[in-house]
């Protein structure tokens, strides 16, 4: 099996891709399970799929193999499109999960119900060492609720409610998450590209 790294210090989101991935003929690499030193790449792109590039082509430059990385995001269509690729920095820089979800929480007190609809964008790429680079897009639809529900996932699942359900993300199994996910249909969409 070949080396893949992926391009992410985020637990939870390091977690999701091992989950959806678990098929794949490769050898995942993770920065924890690295001895060698990764880049800290600064998310300064206008867009996921420029995020996504910047995280990928370090990571795949600094160890000699392919990588895969993503950038996701929150769009709530009452706040403009926003968090949007500032899901991660929502409450400013160097805020946490509990900050960012609080302050969307807040943002959208006032807004009625109909209104607060909203979906996770996620943009995968893969790049080789060899400047090759393939990519796909996925969004899950859904809407926003002002009470957290739910223990699961991480970040903004607890207030979000996927189309044709009744559960938040934080509600679902693992299982059940990946199989709607923005994530996990982006990956799905990948993998085919790579000819694994």
């Known amino acids: 099996m070949s080396p893949f790294a992926i391009a992410s210090r985020n637990p939870g989101k390091i977690r999701e891709i091992l989950q959806i991935c678990a098929d794949w003929p490769v050898e995942w690499i993770t920065a924890d399970s690295d001895p060698r030193e990764w880049p800290e790449v600064e998310e300064t792109g206008e867009t996921y799929l420029d995020n996504a590039l910047l ?7 600094a160890l000699g193999v392919p990588c895969v990385a993503d950038d996701s995001g929150i769009e709530v269509d009452a706040l403009g499109g926003a968090p949007g690729t500032r899901s991660a920095r929502f409450a400013g820089e160097g805020a946490g999960d ?3 979800l609080q302050l969307l929480i807040d943002s959208i007190a006032d807004t009625p119900e109909p ?3 909203a979906r996770y964008r ?3 790429v893969a790049v080789w060492p060899d400047g090759r680079i ?6 899950c639809e859904g809407e926003l609720i002002t009470e957290r529900r739910g223990t699961g996932g991480f970040g903004y699942d607890p207030v979000f409610v996927p189309e044709g359900e009744w559960r938040t993300m934080a509600e679902l199994s693992a299982g059940e998450k990946d199989a709607i996910s923005h ?8 993998r085919p590209l790579l000819e694994l």
């Open 115 to 117: 209104e607060r609809t």
């Open 183 to 190: 994530r996990g249909r982006a990956f799905r969409e990948l």
């Open 98 to 100: 509990e900050a960012n």
């Open 122 to 124: 996620c943009v995968v």
């Open 134 to 139: 393939e990519h796909a897009e996925a969004t």
């Open 55 to 61: 995280k990928a082509r370090a990571v795949a430059e």
